[in-house]
């Protein structure tokens, strides 16, 4: 198989080495990648946003399967465009990729499948939004209906954060997202997701995951994309994860199926657990990022055979092969991230640093500069690891961080803590 991967960063990495580890793929391209991947296949400048432009490179490259990573392209419509073309394709089109773009369509899907989730109300302008912050009071949670990047979401502990955030929506500081805001109740527990593949009958679960949102040890200060993430996720127990199949994703991509758009590709389900009971907190319709990373390590190879049975519709005869085993990823960044950071700067180290089905290091944010590797994002590294335990995955990871020589970047000492 001719596989193209679209995405540039430490997902889009873990996708091509877990691709490239399966004998079924004989050629991989990943568009635009980044020079982690290139290390690993061949990459391509190509505006993946572009469903033309992407149906036309993926013709003039004989691709027979491409799998999508980031949500833009599925908002876009790319998957869509593919599939009128006749190319097989992992991920969602983009009426079912509104689970991800718009957070009031997925707050009355929950409602149609009768799906736990926080209690809320819808407004287009900000009076209303506001007299029903003050009647509900604090803690609660505003949020822009639509894609922003992971920032459209305010948890507000009091109600004047709460107020100023409507404002802040209404006034145009998330763009045309906030045009439409989403105030919910706040619920507490403990989150983790849940990552079920779907080739829009069927589903199957390929593992649980937590990440670590918050820029600080100890979770605290600025929320980020993510700075370190381990599968599986303890707190999602057997039964647990068995509840929200049955009483969340289940139903979910029932509702899907019988508006006429169902749900292909990976579904993400984010959940909040408290006393054994998972609720939803929100989907997204792609695999997470670092979550990705872990969910990689410990898949291997299979994962391009589960992607693609999820693509052919033929996911009922699929399995996953379970080592008993945690993977844990610790991200690397840029100083000063997630506020303004410096680009350009070289990382030295990594030549010598294990490399395997083990310990990988995942390239998210980094250009090849006068033959060495310099930080080109916010988020730059993923260092990867496996153990038969979490202790063993995390000091594993640990250890490769430690020989990283990189005084431009910056890492959270305590990835894993919560379940450790
Ligand atoms: P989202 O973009 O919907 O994932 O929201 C970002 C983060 O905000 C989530 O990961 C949660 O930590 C938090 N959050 C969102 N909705 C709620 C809620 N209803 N109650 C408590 N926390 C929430
Ligand atoms: N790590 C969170 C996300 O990918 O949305």
Same mark, same amino acid.
């Given at each position: 198989m001719n596989i193209l991967i679209l995405g540039s960063g430490g997902r889009e990495h873990s996708l091509a080495w877990a691709v490239m580890?399966?004998?079924?793929?004989?050629r991989l391209i990943v568009a635009p990648g980044n020079a982690g991947i290139a290390q690993i296949a061949d990459c391509a400048a190509l505006d993946i946003e572009n469903g033309g432009a992407v149906v036309s490179f993926a013709e003039e490259n004989t691709i027979d399967f491409v799998i999508v990573g980031p949500e833009a392209p599925l908002a876009a419509g790319v998957a869509d465009r593919l599939r009128e073309a006749g190319i097989l394709v992992f991920g969602p089109s983009a009426e079912a990729a509104r689970l991800e773009a718009s957070k009031s369509f997925t707050k009355e899907i929950c409602d149609a499948a009768g799906a736990p989730t926080a209690a809320y109300a819808r407004f287009t302008e900000a009076e209303p939004a506001k007299a029903y912050v003050r009647q509900q009071g604090a803690p609660i949670v505003v949020k822009?209906?639509?894609?922003?990047?992971?920032?459209?979401?305010i948890v507000a502990m009091d109600e004047a954060t709460a107020l100023e955030a409507v404002d802040d929506m209404f006034g145009?500081?998330? !763009?045309?997202? $906030?045009?439409e805001v989403v105030i919910e109740e706040f619920m507490d527990g403990e989150e983790a997701s849940l990552f079920v593949l779907c080739d829009g009958e069927n589903i199957l679960s390929v593992g649980t995951a937590q990440d670590h949102k918050?820029?600080?040890? !100890?979770?605290? $200060?600025l929320n980020t994309g993510g700075m370190g993430a381990y599968s599986?996720?303890?707190?999602?127990s057997p039964e647990v994860e068995e509840r929200a199949m049955e009483q969340i994703v289940r139903p979910t991509m029932a509702e899907m199926a019988r508006r006429g758009t169902p749900f292909q590709g990976v579904l993400y389900a984010g959940l909040m657990i408290k006393g054994g009971l998972p609720r939803l907190v929100e989907y997204n319709v792609r695999f997470g990022d670092p979550e990705c990373q872990v969910l990689m390590m410990r898949l291997g190879a299979q994962a391009l055979d589960l992607m693609h049975a999820a693509a052919e519709g033929r996911l009922d005869e699929a399995r996953v092969n379970w080592a008993d085993d945690h993977a844990l990823t610790v991200v690397m960044a840029a100083q000063g991230y997630p506020g303004a950071y410096e680009k350009g700067s070289v990382i030295n180290g990594m030549d010598e640093l294990p490399e395997g089905s083990s310990h990988m290091v995942f390239h998210a944010g980094t250009k090849a500069q006068d033959g060495q590797i310099v930080a080109s994002g916010g988020r730059v590294l993923n260092v990867t690891a496996r153990g038969a335990t979490l202790q063993e995955a995390r000091d594993n990871a640990y250890a490769m961080v430690e020989a990283i020589d990189w005084p431009g970047g910056f890492y959270r000492r305590d990835i894993g803590w919560r379940a450790l």
């Open positions: 580890q399966n004998p079924k793929c004989d822009a209906d639509g894609l922003a990047a992971g920032k459209g979401v145009g500081a998330f !763009g045309g997202a $906030g045009a918050r820029v600080g040890e !100890g979770d605290t $200060g599986p996720a303890p707190v999602v």
